[in-house]
Every structure is written in structure tokens, then in C-alpha cells.
Nanobody, 129 residues
């Protein structure tokens, strides 16, 4: 069973930065694609950024130019560097993973959250104005 564990998050003022990390483990196969999704109270969970096992990325329009997803394949870990944070970025951020052989292209994976079988517990990000 694949396990997904997130770390990072917290509270910051608008314009500040935070970094999230996520590790996946437990698959008998090599490599994962991984993504970050977020959900604010009363809203649906939305895709933020996705990275394939070979480093291709996709971002939601709302975070392009501010957020950057990167990976350390040796450790099956991805990072989400969030800069120029805005109050509307406030949400619980969830990491999702899929074994590489079953991954959708990043742009598609960003839209279809139900495709992702493995999820972390979520980490709160709060941006104050």
C-alpha cells in the first residue's frame, strides 16, 4: 500500500512564502507522479500543481508564476515552493500520488482529482492580509 506523508504549511502574511514537502513510499514499482491539491471550506478540492515522474509539470492558472513544484526522485519526494502568497491561497493542501505507469499527463491529472488513488492527510496553509 502506498503511503503519502506531507510536511510544511503554517501561517504567513500576504506576500510571504511557504514550502510544502511530500513523500510517497510502498509501491513495488519505481517512480510516482505526484500532485498538490487544495480545498478551502465550502469549496471543492482543486488542483494546484502536478509533476510527472520525468519532471513534466502543470500548474493551475491561479498559481502560475508564484508556485513551483519540484522533485527528488531518489527520495520519491516532491516540494511545493509557494511565493507571493495571497489570502485566497488559504486552504488545506493535500498531496496525491500515483505509480508512474498509471499516471495521466500532468495537465489532465491537475483536472481529474478522482484519478489519484493515494492521498496524504492534508496540511493547513493560512495567509493573512
Amino acid at each position: 500500500q502506498v503511503q503519502v506523508v506531507e510536511s510544511g504549511g503554517g501561517s504567513v502574511q500576504a506576500g510571504g512564502s511557504l514550502r510544502l514537502a511530500c513523500s510517497a513510499s510502498g509501491s513495488a514499482y519505481d517512480g510516482y507522479c505526484m500532485g498538490w491539491f487544495r480545498q478551502d471550506a465550502g469549496k471543492e478540492r482543486e488542483g494546484v500543481a502536478v509533476i510527472s515522474s520525468d519532471g513534466m509539470t502543470a500548474y493551475a492558472d491561479s498559481v502560475k508564476g508564484r508556485f513551483k513544484i519540484s522533485q527528488d526522485n531518489a527520495k520519491n519526494t516532491v516540494f511545493l515552493q509557494m511565493n507571493m502568497l495571497k489570502p485566497e491561497d488559504t486552504a488545506i493542501y493535500y498531496c496525491a500520488a500515483e505509480v508512474a505507469r498509471a499516471c495521466l499527463p500532468p495537465e489532465t491529472g491537475l483536472l481529474y482529482r478522482h484519478h489519484w488513488p493515494y492521498w496524504g492527510q492534508g496540511t493547513q496553509v493560512t495567509v493573512s492580509s
